[in-house]
């Protein structure tokens, strides 16, 4: 079964840093990979994904992510936050049809 | 229209109360699914419809009972819930019918309080 392992339960960063949240997972077959972002007290939008292809993913909202399959890992990355990037963010991996599996979630707190 | 809509917003029963959750889209997807969402927790699968029936359903206990109309609504029905059974319930849908590939969008949610 595909899991997936968000390192960093919670992440500060200062307005205009860049950050990065790491994301790992682990499977034997192919996979394909997701990021959402959940801002408070609403549901989850999705901020990028991996089906195939080239491994760097751009999104919305600046972000990006790299895809490293001999690391199994899926970082997200933004060169420079703003206030509004406070919010939690879910890496996620599909098993199978119909089932996606979430990571722990990373609560990114910006500070001014 | 790229929206999937949930109603209430908010809900408060009590444990003997019967109440439902509605989720409607109008994207054409096929399916359409249910999570629960407890506090600093990610989401976790209750059911998922695909083509209107039933496809999985993770072991929910029988106080929760989906129901897809048509392929544009999902109605989760409530009854005799348990304080534990609070939490935010997140609808979503994707276009096919569930493939692996797919993307989930996902509405804003119902925030349940069971008193």
């Known amino acids: ?112 | 229209d790229t929206e999937v809509t949930q109603t209430p917003k908010h809900l408060v029963m009590g444990m003997t109360n019967k109440k439902s959750l509605k989720c409607e889209q109008h994207m054409g997807h096929r399916a359409m699914y249910w999570y629960k969402q407890k506090a600093k927790k990610p989401p976790e699968l209750m059911f998922v419809y695909s083509y209107e029936k039933l496809s999985i359903n993770e072991s929910v206990p029988s106080r929760f009972s989906p129901e897809c109309p048509n392929s544009s609504l999902l109605n989760l029905h409530l009854h005799a819930l348990q304080p534990e059974d609070s939490a935010l319930y997140l609808c979503a849908s994707s276009p096919a019918g569930g493939w692996d590939q797919e993307t989930q969008y996902f509405g804003p949610g119902t925030r349940l309080l069971v008193l």
């Open chain 1, 1 to 112: 079964a595909q899991s997936v392992t968000q390192l960093d339960s919670q992440v500060p960063v200062f307005e205009e840093a860049p950050v990065e949240l790491r994301c790992n997972y682990s499977s034997s077959v192919s996979v394909y990979l997701f990021w959402y972002v959940q801002y408070p007290n609403q549901g989850l939008q999705l901020l990028l994904k991996y089906l195939s292809g080239s491994t760097l993913v751009k999104g919305i909202n600046g972000f990006e992510a790299e895809f490293n399959k001999s690391q199994t890992s899926f970082h997200l990355r933004k060169p420079s936050v703003h206030i509004s990037d406070t919010a939690e963010y879910f890496c996620a991996v599909t098993q199978g049809a119909q089932k996606l599996v979430f990571g722990q979630g990373t609560r990114l707190t910006i500070n001014p």
